[in-house]
């Protein structure tokens, strides 16, 4: 079983959908969790953090539910712009080891 | 500030050649990482240092992959021979030392694609 797990996709959303991912862990030490963000040939950028109770950013939010061991990337009224590939990734407990997951590829169709 | 630098940002080599590629972390950053990307997966970690010592390199070939990071700043990963299977984007991220009141992010250079012929 791989330590983080994402449906790979592809999702094609129109445009001012609304758009939902989620992300499993194997780990249950895992001690963080973010999503990044990584467009056709560039490198993974940072999107947002994950935090237990859950946080917001614009449109973006982001769920943690550690009991079940997933993560969640909810994107409202979502925009051409958010056409990328988008990875799940967990932190390890003492070692700080950075696991990405496969990534799951949307386009956001007009 | 400067991000992560790397470099060549392209490389064609023939199988069994061998090739380096350089890395230097955002300053301050005592965490480096290696990852190996190919076509269509998510980045595979190959080794982790923290300062100059290796935190994690249990997903590194070791019979062909090596790296080095002698000063705790800058840092190399060497493949020698190359197969034709090492066609990938190799990315080097840093980040800062995680402490339980900040959540630390890594930040990715722009990577080198390497093409194995």
């Known amino acids: 079983r791989k330590e983080v797990e994402q449906d790979p996709g592809p999702f094609n959303v129109p445009e001012g959908a609304t758009v939902a991912f989620n992300c499993t862990y194997s780990?249950?030490?895992?001690?963080?969790f973010f999503w990044y963000r990584q467009d056709c040939r560039k490198e993974p950028k940072l999107l947002m953090s994950v935090y237990s109770s859950g946080n917001e950013d614009g449109r973006f939010t982001a769920q943690l539910n550690r009991a079940s061991q997933y993560i969640s990337l909810l994107i409202r009224d979502s925009k051409l712009s958010d056409s990328a590939t988008y990875l799940c990734v967990a932190r390890g407990f003492g070692n700080e080891k950075l696991t990405f997951g496969t990534g799951t590829r949307l386009t956001i169709i007009p | 500030e400067a991000g992560v630098a790397q470099s060549p940002r392209y490389k064609i080599i023939e199988k069994r050649q061998s090739v380096a590629f350089w890395c230097n972390p955002i300053s301050g950053h005592a965490t480096l990482y290696w990852y190996q990307q190919i076509l269509g997966q998510g980045p595979k970690l190959l080794i982790q240092f923290q300062n100059n010592g290796v935190v994690d390199d249990s997903q590194l070939p070791k019979d062909r992959f090596s790296a080095e990071r002698l000063k705790g700043v800058d840092s190399t990963l060497k493949i020698q021979p190359a197969k034709l299977e090492d066609s990938a984007v190799y990315l080097c991220a840093s980040s800062l030392v995680f402490t339980a009141k900040v959540n630390t992010e890594a930040f990715f250079g722009q990577g080198t694609r390497l093409t194995v012929v």
């Open positions: 780990n249950s030490a895992s001690q963080s």
